[in-house]
Each structure stands twice: as structure tokens, then as C-alpha cells.
């Protein structure tokens, strides 16, 4: 069976986006086709300022929500980054794989650190390496495949990249992963600046339907939402932008197709007023879950901890053998009870295995 792994970052409430884009097809096909790993990667969400209370209630919302989108603990392993030191270890010894000028050339780097020298900010080392950290996630699982959007490519090229140079300098050591975008447009832009995806970190807030949105703010937002000029209802996405973005929508939550879709309207009106019944329709068994999820906090914690011991114990391997490769020496055996034999041979088992190990 195949190894699945993906992640998603705790800097802002989840939106339809992340839903429609990501959440869905990991709980509709990818835990039921493969041995999915699915991460709230919380590390990756200290590298742009950030409010240390508000990552913690992020990421156990997150959490909480990719159960109520259907994930299930029986089928996967869903846990939280930090909760599982193997990723911060392997991603020092990808540092030493990794070049400076790989890490400059990463063009999601080069957009928000402009960006933020733009507004005279500083910008953390954490933002440059962050691409190592993500490497690090993948192949500490000997990940198979990678689902993600396309502003993620990039990053997933450069996890195959580090691991082909690992496993040629220090033998094989890695599964070289590769990336699955989402089959279809499932690329939800935002409602007011359909030019730009709907993503949770962005300000355009009247533009972006949270999951947790309430149905009557859901349909005021796409009611609201930016149409092109022109009147009939066309599928053209890079003529009609705001048009085709409602389309898209609506047909990832009726399962249709936007082009057959836009012949059924004559109005703006009539479309987004069923735009807006469809997305609320369509979070609306997810909302429900998330209530009962939250009226049982011991379950989540339950699964987040089982779902750490579980991702430990597949990443520790991996890891641990990145380590003796790469030329780390093994840990030292926890001293015998009893007197060292007088030679100062060392004795059992474990001693004996770890030495051969390091040979
Ligand atoms: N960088 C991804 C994003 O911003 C999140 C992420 C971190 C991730 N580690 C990962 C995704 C590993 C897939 C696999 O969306």
C-alpha cells in the first residue's frame, strides 16, 4: 500500500478553500486508497510572527476539523508535528544536504520575505529554511506520494531532490516522494480577488468562507461576492474570473461540471444564490461533527496522542538510520546495572547490536 503524506499549517482559520482543495479528497479517497498521514504541522507556523496562544488554538481547531471532515482515526494517523521531535531531528541533517542557494531560489521565500522587508519587517531564518522542515515531514515517512496544491510543488521537488542526494551520498536511506496535485479545479479563489487563491492567511476576510462560518454569513459572503462584467453566465476563467470561480464551486459541491453548469442560468443572481445553498449544504455534516468534537475534547486529545505514538514509531526508523549514515554515532546503551565485565568488553545484546551497527 502506498504511503500518503500531507499537511496543513495552523496560521488562520480553515476556509472552503482548504476544504474543497485539500480535506475532502484526504477524507473521500486518500485514507480509504492509501497508509495516509495527515499533520497539523504546527512548527511550520513560527516562521512569520505569530501569537503563541493563538497557534495553540489554531492547531487544535485544525485538528478537530479534519476529523469532522470525515477523517478517521481507524483508517489514518492524524497527529500534530511538534508532538513528534523526528521531523526537527531530520530536518538539521537535510540542513546539511540542503545548498543556501536552493533555499533562496524557493519562490514562496522569495514572495513573502519581499513582502515582508516591504513593510520593514524582519525576516526569520525559519521562513528560508522552512522548505527543509517540510522535506523532513515527508521523508521521515518514506512518503510515497505527497497531495497538495500547486503553490506546493515546488517545496515537494525539492524533498525528491534532497533525498536522491542523501541516498546517493550516504547509500539508500529514503523513498524519493512525489507530489499529487488535486484532480479537479479544486482551486477555490477568493470571493472578492478571484485572481488570488482563498487562502486562511490572507486579509481579503469578505472574500473567504471559514469552515466555521454561520450559513447566514456563508450566504452573505457569496452573495457578495465579486462577478466580471457582462451579464450571461459563461464558464471562462481567464476572461470571466469571478464567474468561473462561483462555477467552480459550485460544481465541487454538486459534483457537476462549471461549463454544463453555466448554461442552466441566465442571472448572476440565480447563481450565486445557488452557489451559496450548495456550499452551505455542503459543510453543513462537517459543522455538525465539529460540534459533537468539541462537546468531547477527551476524544480529540485521545487521537492526537494515539496518532503521535503511531507516527513515532514509523518515523523513528527512518530517522534513526539517516543518523548512523550520515555519519552520527549510534546512542550509547544505558550503563549496565552489574559491574562492566573486566575486560570492558561490552555485554548483551543490545551493546553488541549498536557496536555492529556502527561499523
Ligand atoms: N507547506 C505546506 C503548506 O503551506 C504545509 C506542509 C508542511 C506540508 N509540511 C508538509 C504539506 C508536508 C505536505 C507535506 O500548505
Redesign the pocket.
Known amino acids: 500500500m502506498k504511503r500518503v503524506?500531507?499537511?496543513?499549517?495552523p496560521t488562520g482559520h480553515l476556509t472552503l478553500g482548504n476544504y474543497l482543495g485539500a480535506l475532502r479528497q484526504w477524507a473521500e479517497v486518500d485514507q480509504h486508497r492509501a497508509d495516509a498521514l495527515f499533520?497539523v504541522?504546527d512548527l511550520?507556523a513560527l516562521t512569520v510572527e505569530h501569537d503563541p496562544a493563538r497557534v495553540r488554538r489554531l492547531s487544535r481547531q485544525a485538528a478537530t476539523l479534519l476529523l469532522a471532515a470525515g477523517l478517521d482515526p481507524r483508517l489514518c494517523t492524524v497527529f500534530v508535528?511538534s508532538h513528534v521531535d523526528e521531523h526537527a531531528r531530520l530536518s538539521y541533517l537535510l540542513e546539511c544536504v540542503a545548498t543556501d542557494g536552493e533555499m533562496r531560489r524557493m519562490i514562496q521565500y522569495k514572495e513573502k520575505a519581499a513582502r515582508e522587508r516591504e513593510r520593514g519587517g524582519s525576516v526569520r531564518l525559519s521562513l528560508l529554511t522552512?522548505p527543509v522542515?517540510?522535506a523532513a515531514?515527508?521523508l521521515a515517512y518514506a512518503t510515497d506520494e505527497?497531495?497538495?496544491?500547486d503553490?506546493?510543488a515546488q517545496?515537494?521537488e525539492l524533498a525528491r531532490d534532497l533525498a536522491v542526494r542523501f541516498n546517493q551520498r550516504y547509500g539508500h536511506t529514503f523513498v524519493v516522494p512525489k507530489a499529487t496535485l488535486p484532480p479537479v479545479a479544486a482551486r477555490v479563489m477568493n470571493l472578492q480577488e478571484p485572481a488570488s487563491k482563498m487562502g486562511k492567511s490572507d486579509d481579503f476576510g469578505p472574500g473567504i468562507v471559514y469552515l466555521l462560518d454561520e450559513p447566514d454569513v456563508v450566504r452573505k459572503k457569496v452573495m457578495r461576492a465579486v462577478t466580471d462584467s457582462g451579464q450571461e453566465v459563461v464558464y471562462d476563467r481567464a476572461g470571466r474570473p469571478g464567474v468561473a470561480n462561483l462555477l467552480e464551486i459550485l460544481a465541487a459541491c454538486t459534483g457537476g461540471e462549471p461549463e454544463a453548469l453555466s448554461a442552466g442560468y441566465a442571472s448572476y443572481g440565480e447563481l450565486k444564490k445557488d452557489t451559496a445553498d450548495a456550499v452551505v449544504e455542503a459543510l453543513r455534516p462537517l459543522r455538525a461533527r465539529h460540534q459533537e468534537l468539541c462537546a468531547d475534547p477527551g476524544y480529540v486529545e485521545r487521537v492526537l496522542r494515539e496518532g503521535a505514538e503511531k507516527a513515532r514509531a514509523m518515523a523513528r526508523p527512518v530517522v534513526d538510520g539517516a543518523y548512523r549514515a550520515i555519519g552520527l554515532l549510534p546512542p550509547l546503551e544505558e550503563p549496565a546495572a552489574e559491574p562492566m565485565a573486566a575486560a570492558g568488553a561490552p555485554t548483551g545484546p543490545g551493546a553488541v547490536a549498536s557496536l555492529n551497527a556502527a561499523r
Open positions: 503524506f500531507s499537511g496543513i499549517k499533520c504541522v511550520h508535528q522552512y522542515l517540510m515531514d515527508i505527497v497531495p497538495v496544491g503553490d506546493q517545496h515537494v
